[in-house]
């Protein structure tokens, strides 16, 4: 998985990214626009002609893809706006819906530049599943289009990453700063299939999945009586930190009072930017020896999040918050629960995780395991973190691609009859992808419980499409044989 292959940062007040779907759908064109030249040339076909109609086809076909997706998924895009109905960058394309959009188009352009029908659909057939192959790179590089579950022993099960960071990267850390979840992770995590470490969730703000707008949370089908915490966003995840993580939150009120007015500046309120500038402000003293740097501590240690400051006020009977801005009374009570959070922690074992002798405080040692656990390399936890085993359904959809574009090129030097290949095309895939629906993800609707996905519909009507094909062009061209031999 790879959703972002390179991210070159900002540039101009806008992102600059390529993504790994969008490239791959890219690549997919111009290989196999390149396959279909090729193959017209020995046929005696304008390859420009075959260049500007692929143009065409490309375009109807993701409008076909997309509209098919929005069609099926409507319910998803209830209230999300209208940029939302035409953003493919992530994914949200159907394959049959591209196809017929794809197809029509090209028809539409063969009529009017008088093109041969039969031998252009044969030319253009396996470089449509060569386009397929690639468009399936495309949702291994999204996380799209997964596999169901798979036992924890099976060889061939795969586990996609939470989050891929970018190949090329020019920014601060490894990650683009507003990159998503994997959809597949997602689709888990709200289920309650999966949770990440402690450290990558917001403790004090819990999200009702189809409820928040942002698409980092967003799973693929809402579920308006699930409940997880909130992850955090990249942008507020660190590297490994050096700093003493508890030293303000157990000190005394009057110590920690003097650091806030230090980052909160003379009106003693803290706004975001004021906590964002503080957070990386690391400051260094020197030992007497003149040689050894010391971190000079201040009010933030640099494992807290502003998000889960403004959540925790929430928990804080009593306490007014304007939604703005924090008073120390505000930052006092956050730190305060985060600590009685971390008093009372349970692992996984169910035992006390760091207050091991149960006098509901930190002891000395206690502490140093409580700032050894907090002052992990975040990046690391969530490079470490992966869905359950899955089955390999976008691996096995990118081998389905390819050898029905082999199998088309070698048949295509036997066909008997001009429009064959175009026609074995229309029997072949739609039987592979009857059988691959049944390895997709959990389905409401699937062949191995005694229902139809509607991509299976689709299959058999594609199937009684294709033979219906493949025998008028048989008679057709059995009938021009036989006017050959009696006009000779």
């Given at each position: 998985?790879?959703?972002?292959?390179?991210?070159?940062?900002?540039?101009?007040?806008?992102?600059?990214?390529?993504?790994?779907?969008?490239?791959?759908?890219?690549?997919?064109?111009?290989?196999?626009?390149?396959?279909?030249?090729?193959?017209?040339?020995?046929?005696?076909?304008?390859?420009?002609?075959?260049?500007?109609?692929?143009?065409?086809?490309?375009?109807?076909?993701?409008?076909?893809?997309?509209?098919?997706?929005?069609?099926?998924?409507?319910?998803?895009?209830?209230?999300?706006?209208?940029?939302?109905?035409?953003?493919?960058?992530?994914?949200?394309?159907?394959?049959?819906?591209?196809?017929?959009?794809?197809?029509?188009?090209?028809?539409?352009?063969?009529?009017?530049?008088?093109?041969?029908?039969?031998?252009?659909?044969?030319?253009?057939?396996?470089?449509?599943?060569?386009?397929?192959?690639?468009?399936?790179?495309?949702?291994?590089?999204?996380?799209?289009?997964?596999?169901?579950?798979?036992?924890?022993?099976?060889?061939?099960s795969i586990r996609l990453p939470m989050v891929s960071r970018p190949l090329l990267r020019t920014g601060d850390g490894p990650y683009a700063p507003d990159q998503g979840l994997c959809p597949t992770y997602a689709e888990q995590y709200w289920a309650g299939r999966c949770m990440p470490d402690d450290r990558l969730l917001n403790q004090f703000v819990n999200d009702r999945r189809g409820e928040d707008t942002n698409e980092t949370y967003?799973?693929?089908?809402?579920?308006?009586?699930?409940?997880?915490?909130?992850?955090?966003?990249?942008?507020?995840?660190?590297?490994?930190?050096?700093?003493?993580?508890?030293?303000?939150?157990?000190?005394?009120?009057?110590?920690?009072?003097?650091?806030?007015?230090?980052?909160?500046?003379?009106?003693?309120?803290?706004?975001?930017?004021?906590?964002?500038?503080?957070?990386?402000?690391?400051?260094?003293?020197?030992?007497?020896?003149?040689?050894?740097?010391?971190?000079?501590?201040?009010?933030?240690?640099?494992?807290?999040?502003?998000?889960?400051?403004?959540?925790?006020?929430?928990?804080?009977?009593?306490?007014?918050?304007?939604?703005?801005?924090?008073?120390?009374?505000?930052?006092?009570?956050?730190?305060?629960?985060?600590?009685?959070?971390?008093?009372?922690?349970?692992?996984?074992?169910?035992?006390?995780?760091?207050?091991?002798?149960?006098?509901?405080?930190?002891?000395?040692?206690?502490?140093?395991?409580?700032?050894?656990?907090?002052?992990?390399?975040?990046?690391?936890?969530?490079?470490?973190?992966?869905?359950?085993?899955?089955?390999?359904?976008?691996?096995?959809?990118?081998?389905?691609?390819?050898?029905?574009?082999?199998?088309?090129?070698?048949?295509?030097?036997?066909?008997?009859?001009?429009?064959?290949?175009?026609?074995?095309?229309?029997?072949?895939?739609?039987?592979?992808?009857?059988?691959?629906?049944?390895?997709?993800?959990?389905?409401?609707?699937?062949?191995?419980?005694?229902?139809?996905?509607?991509?299976?519909?689709?299959?058999?009507?594609?199937?009684?499409?294709?033979?219906?094909?493949?025998?008028?062009?048989?008679?057709?061209?059995?009938?021009?044989?036989?006017?050959?031999?009696?006009?000779?």
């Amino acid at each position: 998985m790879q959703q972002i292959i390179f991210d070159f940062g900002t540039i101009g007040g806008f992102p600059l990214r390529v993504f790994g779907y969008g490239l791959m759908l890219v690549l997919g064109f111009v290989c196999g626009i390149a396959l279909a030249r090729w193959r017209a040339k020995r046929c005696g076909v304008n390859p420009d002609l075959i260049t500007q109609m692929g143009i065409l086809a490309l375009i109807g076909g993701v409008v076909g893809a997309r509209v098919l997706y929005v069609a099926k998924n409507w319910e998803d895009f209830s209230g999300r706006g209208l940029g939302a109905l035409f953003d493919v960058s992530s994914g949200g394309l159907v394959y049959f819906g591209g196809l017929a959009g794809g197809t029509l188009a090209a028809l539409a352009y063969m009529k009017l530049k008088k093109m041969p029908l039969r031998r252009t659909l044969d030319i253009m057939a396996p470089a449509m599943m060569l386009g397929l192959a690639f468009g399936r790179i495309g949702c291994t590089c999204n996380g799209c289009c997964w596999g169901g579950p798979a036992r924890e022993s099976w060889a061939f099960s795969i586990r996609l990453p939470m989050v891929s960071r970018p190949l090329l990267r020019t920014g601060d850390g490894p990650y683009a700063p507003d990159q998503g979840l994997c959809p597949t992770y997602a689709e888990q995590y709200w289920a309650g299939r999966c949770m990440p470490d402690d450290r990558l969730l917001n403790q004090f703000v819990n999200d009702r999945r189809g409820e928040d707008t942002n698409e980092t949370y967003r799973a693929q089908k809402p579920d308006p009586n699930t409940t997880r915490p909130r992850i955090r966003p990249i942008a507020q995840l660190h590297g490994e930190l050096m700093y003493d993580q508890m030293a303000v939150t157990l000190g005394t009120e009057a110590n920690a009072k003097a650091l806030f007015k230090e980052i909160s500046g003379t009106d003693g309120l803290l706004n975001q930017n004021e906590w964002n500038e503080a957070m990386s402000n690391v400051r260094f003293s020197w030992d007497p020896d003149g040689v050894t740097p010391i971190l000079v501590p201040h009010a933030l240690g640099g494992s807290e999040f502003w998000d889960e400051a403004v959540g925790a006020q929430r928990h804080l009977p009593g306490n007014r918050f304007n939604g703005e801005t924090l008073t120390f009374d505000n930052f006092w009570g956050y730190l305060q629960l985060r600590k009685a959070r971390l008093v009372a922690k349970i692992d996984k074992t169910g035992n006390l995780q760091f207050d091991k002798n149960g006098n509901l405080r930190l002891d000395e040692d206690e502490m140093a395991a409580v700032n050894k656990w907090l002052s992990a390399d975040l990046y690391d936890l969530l490079a470490q973190e992966r869905t359950n085993p899955l089955r390999p359904a976008q691996p096995l959809g990118i081998i389905n691609g390819l050898l029905l574009c082999a199998l088309l090129c070698w048949f295509f030097r036997h066909r008997r009859a001009e429009g064959h290949v175009f026609a074995l095309l229309l029997l072949l895939y739609p039987m592979t992808r009857f059988m691959l629906e049944s390895v997709r993800h959990e389905l409401h609707d699937n062949l191995l419980v005694g229902r139809w996905t509607h991509n299976q519909v689709s299959s058999v009507i594609m199937t009684a499409a294709g033979l219906a094909l493949w025998i008028g062009l048989s008679w057709y061209q059995r009938h021009c044989d036989a006017a050959e031999e009696k006009s000779a």
